[in-house]
């Protein structure tokens, strides 16, 4: 079984700080892991993906991941939030690359100028 | 390349008809297609797998005739909400894997969603 868990439902910073959003996940495979972002009323868009080969993962607008077996963690990051990066982020898991996804729950990010 | 359309993207009925929502790969391929589910300010879940020519494969929890999907092409998948209730009420998301062809890469693209808003 597979299963995600996204630390802190809500996170604010301010423009120009560090992004730092939290991903645990449980898995009894090799897992293949995701970020998507969603903005309000719209469907998702992937940010990055971790399948196999290097554990730090660079996605789009400047994000990345790293993906940490010991810790069983995936956390998102980005050095420096942009007002744009206000949005819903979904960690996922799943077996392979086009298996059925596990979303955690998400994090709301807020960023304030 | 690689997108994945839905129609309509919201509709609101009446409580006691059914809602039909369509999910198409505009571009590729897709021999698999999955339906989620999102209620406000919550997660997507999965309600069931959707396989070109085969029946679909239903979550534990979601009940089969109540929502009715149907995969007839490598590019259509449907959804029918039948006799619908406000509890169904819901951010509908489906997602189509590609095999990887006409320029697509071999991964998972999602749909814009419909918003269904049952009264």
């Known amino acids: 079984a597979q299963s995600v868990t996204q630390l802190g439902s809500h996170v604010s910073v301010s423009e120009g700080a560090l992004v730092l959003l939290r991903c645990n996940y449980s898995?009894?495979?090799?897992?293949?892991l995701f970020w998507y972002v969603q903005y309000p009323n719209q469907g998702l868009q992937l940010l990055l993906k971790y399948t196999t080969g290097a554990t730090l993962v660079k996605g789009i607008n400047g994000f990345e991941a790293e993906f940490k077996k010991s810790e069983t963690s995936f956390h998102l990051t980005k050095p420096s939030a942009h007002m744009s990066d206000a949005a819903e982020y979904f960690c996922a898991v799943s077996r392979y690359n086009t298996d059925k996804l596990i979303f955690g729950t998400g994090t709301r990010l807020q960023v304030f100028p | 390349g690689a997108v994945v359309s839905q129609h309509p993207s919201w509709v609101i009925c009446k409580s006691g008809t059914s809602v039909k929502i369509e999910c198409r790969s505009l571009d590729f391929q897709a021999t698999t297609m999955f339906w989620y589910r999102q209620f406000p300010k919550q997660s997507l879940m999965l309600m069931a797998t959707?396989?070109?020519?085969?029946?679909?494969?239903?979550e534990q929890g979601v009940e089969k005739d109540k929502f009715l999907i149907n995969h007839a092409s490598l590019t259509l998948s449907t959804l029918t909400v039948t006799s619908a209730h406000p509890e169904d009420s819901s951010f509908y998301i489906c997602?189509?894997?590609?095999?990887?062809?006409?320029?697509?890469?071999?991964?998972?693209?999602f749909g814009p969603g419909t918003r269904l808003t049952v009264t």
């Open positions: 997602s189509a894997t590609s095999l990887g062809t006409s320029g697509s890469s071999y991964e998972q693209y």
């Open positions: 898995s009894s495979v090799p897992p293949y």
């Open positions: 959707s396989n070109e020519g085969s029946k679909a494969t239903y």
